[in-house]
């Protein structure tokens, strides 16, 4: 069984730049969820999808967006970037939206230059 | 802000035991308590978690005081792969796919 895929695993941008991030759920999984972790804040959640609805926002300015698919894949978007987004950004797939365990990817390494 | 606290870092010889314990003391009636850890560089585990009973799966078991007010995750014979950050978090049943990581902590198992 596949496991959550991230692409791409790094890319570097420059400030102002826009960044989209893919996520492939497990095959049947119909939430995901994405955090950020850098080295200052840890592991933060950003936001998860469930059945295509947005279900639950962290604290993160708006700059700072995603959807998911009827397949179930997730993309997450970050315009304007800033230094300060520089981090890895994990995503994580489950069964339920509330309960579970929750199977991470690999993530990606953004580094805003 | 994580609802847990864990000592920053532990050591562990191969072989041996690895006790990990985590501090919940306002968790209340309806949260589970999560354990999951992070190898270098590498995306969050899940290991195991519970909301009462103690819990043991083949990675490891979950010890939950009776007041669930602590827990300790037990490794019973760590191995060098195990060295990684564990996290002990306390996840409200309903709130979606939310995890609050705290600090975690760091366990190097040495030979």
């Known amino acids: 069984k596949a496991g959550v895929t991230q692409t791409p695993r790094y890319l570097i941008k420059t400030r102002g730049q826009q960044v989209t991030l893919s996520c492939s759920p497990i095959?049947?999984?119909?939430?995901v969820s994405w955090y950020q972790q850098t080295p200052g804040q840890g592991l933060q959640f950003l936001f998860e999808?469930?059945?295509?609805?947005?279900?639950n926002k962290g604290n993160f300015p708006g700059r700072f967006s995603g959807r998911q698919f009827s397949n179930s894949r997730s993309e997450m978007n970050v315009s304007t970037l800033e230094l300060g987004d520089s981090a890895l950004y994990l995503c994580a797939s489950g069964l339920f939206s509330n309960t579970g365990e929750l199977f991470f990817g690999e993530g990606s390494r953004l580094t805003v230059l | 802000d994580a609802k847990t606290t864990q000592p920053p870092s532990m050591d562990c010889a191969e072989g041996r035991a690895a006790n990990l314990p985590c501090n919940h003391s306002?968790?209340?009636?309806?949260?589970?308590v999560y354990w999951y850890r992070q190898i270098h560089s590498q995306g969050p585990q899940y290991i195991i978690h519970g909301l009462k009973n103690n819990e043991t799966n083949e990675m490891a078991s979950l010890i939950i005081t009776e007041d669930r007010k602590s827990s300790t995750l037990i490794l019973p014979h760590a191995t060098l792969r195990d060295t990684a950050v564990y996290y002990c978090?306390?996840?409200?049943?309903?709130?979606?796919?939310?995890?609050?990581f705290g600090t975690g902590t760091r366990l190097q198992v040495t030979l």
């Open positions: 306002t968790i209340s009636g309806n949260e589970y």
């Open positions: 095959s049947g999984h119909r939430s």
């Open positions: 999808y469930f059945s295509e609805t947005q279900r």
């Open positions: 978090i306390v996840r409200e049943s309903g709130t979606a796919s939310k995890l609050t």
